[in-house]
Each structure stands twice: as C-alpha cells, then as structure tokens.
C-alpha cells in the first residue's frame, strides 16, 4: 500500500480532458510539501511531468496541469492525445523520506 | 544534458548482497546542492524510495530498509553506489536511480531507465 492513493486506472477518449488525483494526509501534502508528477511510457525511463505542484519543465505541453488543495493534488491533462497513453505517479515527501503514489494507468479509448 | 545509468547485475541469489552503479553525466557529484537518489518498484507494486546522497556526502534511507542500504558515492567517476545486503525474493524490482533538483526535498527531474534486478536461487 503507498502513502500517496491514486486511483488504478482512468480513461478518456481523444480530446477529452482526464484528472487523476493524489490523495495523501496530515503528514506529508496535508504539511505543505509539494506534489510532483512523472509520466513513465511503456519501456521508457520516467519523465518529470509537473514539480512543485503546478508548474512545468520546458517542453511539457500546457495541456498539463496540476494542482494541490489540503490532503490531495490532481494532474489534469486536457486534449488528450494517444501519446498521453501512459503510467502517471505523484510524488511527495513525509517524515524525512520520499513517498510515491501507487500510479495511474491511463488508457486512450 | 543531464544523464544517469543504472549497472548491475540482474540476478541475486537469496541472502546475496546487491551492488549497484548509477554513472552520471552532464552534472558533478561535487557541486553544491546536488543529490542522486536510489528508487526502486518491484512489478506491479509502488514506487519506494530507498536512498539519497547530496553532494557534501550527507546521506538519507528509507526508515524501513536502512539497517540493508549503504549509499556512497565516487566524485572521481561521477558514480552512486548503492549496497543492499540480504537480499530476498521480495526485493525483485526495478532499481532507478534519479537526480535531485529543486532543493531539500527534492524533486526528481532526469532518471535512469532502470535496471531489472531479480532475486530468486
């Protein structure tokens, strides 16, 4: 079981718009640490996707955003793409070590 | 461009000790501020995060592993090294190591493509 819950698996079809959430507690988002997010396709090395819960490294397309609210983030991908057919993971600290979400299989229909 | 690979072997017998290799480039282990973290995910189970070392050779392990992990580093190679003694079937996983940005505690921005390490006799 991880710290951070995401759930198993979301899908949308082409241009439709997908959230997936991150819900953690009173220790680790619920403290303030920040949320980031990581896209890992299939036989590929996982790629930052957002950091400090909303922002973007260069070259990730705006159609990606995230957002942090109490106990819980979400990654929104907005004109969802066939490309976007991956596993996302959030990630966030608590208690002087690194926590992870159990990540999210998203599948375009 | 900042790169990381992961070296080892891919198969431990149970109670082995298992050492792994990150070589990094287009950074210095050396420069102020930097950190390379050892990650792992064993198959269809979650991220955990095992190590991090930062550039002044402070070092941090997961609370539930640390009495296994050693992490040490080689700023004349630009190499992380991660030791985990025991090893046991149930520690079969991928091991990723990843570099630190953002400052304490950090994100991970560039990772290495993992390297498969099976445990089983």
């Known amino acids: 079981q991880s710290v951070l819950t995401q759930p198993p698996s979301v899908s949308g079809a082409p241009g439709q718009r997908v959230t997936i959430s991150c819900t953690g507690s009173?220790?680790?988002?619920?403290?303030?640490?920040?949320v980031h997010w990581y896209q890992q396709l299939p036989g590929t090395a996982p790629k930052l996707l957002i950091y400090g819960n909303s922002n973007r490294p260069s070259g990730v397309p705006d159609r990606f955003s995230g957002s942090k609210s109490g106990t819980s983030a979400s990654l929104a991908i907005t004109g969802l793409q066939a490309e976007d057919e991956a596993d996302y993971y959030c990630q966030s600290y608590d208690s002087s070590h690194w926590v992870f979400g159990g990540g999210t299989k998203l599948t375009v229909l | 461009q900042i790169t990381l690979k992961e070296s080892g072997p891919t198969l431990v017998k149970p109670t082995q000790t298992l050492t792994l290799t990150c070589t990094c480039s287009?950074?210095?282990?050396?420069?102020?501020?930097?950190?390379v973290a050892w990650i792992r995910q064993p198959p269809g189970k979650a991220r955990e995060w095992l190590a991090v070392i930062y550039w002044d050779d402070d070092k941090r392990y997961s609370p539930s592993l640390k009495s296994r992990l050693t992490i040490t580093k080689d700023t004349s190679k630009n190499q992380v090294v991660l030791t985990m003694t025991n090893m046991d079937p149930v520690d079969t996983a991928t091991y990723y190591c990843?570099?630190?940005?953002?400052?304490?505690?950090?994100?991970?921005?560039?990772w290495g493509q993992g390297a498969l390490v099976t445990v089983s006799s």
């Open positions: 990843a570099h630190g940005a953002g400052g304490d505690p950090f994100y991970f921005d560039f």
């Open positions: 287009g950074f210095s282990l050396s420069t102020s501020g930097v950190g």
């Open positions: 009173s220790s680790n988002i619920g403290a303030g640490y920040h």
